[in-house]
């Protein structure tokens, strides 16, 4: 059946690149309405792009069976921006005012600003979370109003490398999608996943990827810190494949006997576990083996958590992501952390109507995609199309044409929080910055020339010669009187 309405994301993982397509229902649900799957391994590495044209070949597959499904073409897609190089840094920027002066929001989006402009080498700001701002020796969530004669501004800016952000962008272009919007992953996968409660009592959010794990620390509903490592759980499977076996078969291994902790008295020195009909391989060796990767991943999770908040993660660690689905990852944590809450997010919080075996899986490895979808909040649907792809209509726009629903170009400072604005967006946002400049130095040199034409006039009314002929006139004009 033709969908005539419906929202698009897709997600560039690790080891594999997922597009899926929902309809949001009056009653806040949404219906998946197609899901698909393709490997990214050979173009994206830890999360980041590395081979444009193979991203964007594999884009254009997603897209196509997306719209295959759907007997739709599809207009823009939304996309989460995630992997290695992402990193957040603290930045303050700080204002003296005059004696007794009200703080205004336009002071605060100035203190934004300022930090907009910030320049680290080599890397580009994607995103700004607000901490609190400092009013006096105060501070505030919202200082407007607050009278003072100093505030500062305290800020998380999170980065991502310029070239990977461009290579990103390009991928795009190269295959002919338009965005409607680029959304950072972690923040979106920790509104589907968090509660209110973790999020304002503190916790640590975890997302155990193939090739990377991602650690958003948040407190009092801020974000307060973003990592990503470079480990994830095919690190697992490659020290398992050095027992001298193919990573598919150090795979199936991992997944069918491997556990995150195993009591040292449960361990069977004499028991091996078969890799296939001819070869074993022994229980504890294996064991060790498993254990000490994820050891080491865990010891890097920890270690990312910033000191000040290791005591008061009172919502405890959320563990999502296929990585947290290994048995008993949860007590692993635990010994580790000295942190007794531990939970695994296995889905998102949203109401999720789906046919779709993966997505009722419920297994966490569609909830960072699933979040993508449920910031979505316009209609990706376009043409309709038969069942040999051909369109009835007008063919796909162009990239860069308005794709029908498309919003404003939003300054810096007008972007949402987890919002990364394209490469498109920010050119398009520059234009309107330059065409409101230039209509504002239009008008200020039509002010200044009519200043100007004034003031000429007004001269030339004062000149002695003007002067002289005024009191000319008016001495005629009493002599006329006079003869009168």
């Known amino acids: 059946m033709t969908q005539r309405e419906f929202i698009v994301a897709i997600e560039l993982g690790s080891s594999k690149m997922t597009g899926i397509a929902g309809?949001?229902?009056l009653d806040g649900s949404i219906q998946v309405l197609a899901c698909v799957k393709e490997d990214s391994s050979s173009c994206i590495r830890k999360g980041v792009v590395y081979n444009i044209d193979k991203t964007a070949k594999c884009l254009t597959t997603i897209v196509n069976k997306l719209?295959?499904?759907?007997q739709a073409t599809i207009t823009q897609v939304y996309v989460g921006v995630g992997g290695q190089s992402i990193r957040s840094v603290r930045n303050v920027i700080t204002k003296k005012l005059p004696a007794e002066t009200s703080v205004t929001q336009d002071m605060l989006i100035e203190l934004m600003d300022a930090n907009r402009n910030m320049r680290y080498p080599d890397l580009e700001i994607v995103d700004a979370a607000v901490q609190e701002y400092k009013v006096g020796s105060q501070y505030q969530l919202d200082p407007v109003g607050i009278p003072c004669t100093h505030i500062e501004g305290n800020f998380l800016n999170i980065l991502q490398r310029k070239a990977f952000y461009k290579n990103l962008n390009r991928c795009f272009e190269v295959a002919n999608i338009n965005v409607a919007e680029m959304y950072l992953a972690p923040l979106a996968l920790a509104d589907s996943v968090l509660t209110e409660a973790e999020r304002r009592s503190g916790c640590a959010l975890v997302d155990l990827g193939a090739d990377t794990t991602t650690i958003s620390v948040y407190f009092k509903n801020i974000l307060r810190y973003l990592a990503v490592i470079p480990l994830g759980s095919s690190n697992i499977t490659k020290d398992i494949a050095s027992l001298q076996m193919e990573e598919a078969d150090a795979e199936k291994m991992k997944l069918k006997y491997g556990r995150a902790y195993t009591d040292n008295n449960d361990i069977d020195n004499n028991m091996k576990y078969s890799i296939d009909s001819e070869r074993q391989v022994e229980t504890r060796k294996f064991i060790e083996i498993v254990e000490g990767r994820l050891e080491e991943i865990i010891a890097n999770v920890w270690c990312m958590v910033p000191e000040e908040y290791c005591d008061k993660l009172l919502g405890g660690i959320i563990l999502t992501?296929?990585?947290?689905?290994?048995?008993?990852?949860?007590?692993?944590?635990?010994?580790?952390?000295?942190v007794d809450k531990v939970r695994i997010?296995?889905?998102v919080t949203q109401t999720i109507i789906s046919k779709i075996g993966d997505i009722n899986a419920r297994d966490g490895r569609f909830n960072t995609v699933l979040g993508l979808l449920a910031k979505g909040d316009i209609n990706c649907a376009g043409d309709r199309r038969n069942s040999n792809g051909d369109l009835f209509a007008a063919p796909k726009p162009e990239q860069g044409d308005a794709p029908g629903e498309q919003r404003r170009p939003r300054q810096a400072s007008e972007t949402p929080q987890g919002v990364v604005r394209t490469a498109e967006e920010i050119r398009r946002a520059e234009e309107e910055i330059r065409q409101k400049k230039e209509e504002e130095e239009r008008i200020a040199r039509e002010k200044a020339e009519e200043e100007a034409r004034r003031i000429a006039e007004e001269k030339r009314r004062n000149s002695p010669f003007n002067k002289l002929g005024r009191w000319l006139k008016k001495a005629a004009s009493e002599i006329v009187k006079e003869d009168e």
């Open 321 to 338: 992501g296929g990585g947290s689905n290994m048995a008993d990852i949860a007590i692993a944590f635990q010994n580790y952390t000295h």
């Open 67 to 70: 719209q295959k499904q759907l």
């Open 345 to 347: 997010a296995k889905f």
């Open 23 to 25: 309809k949001k229902n």
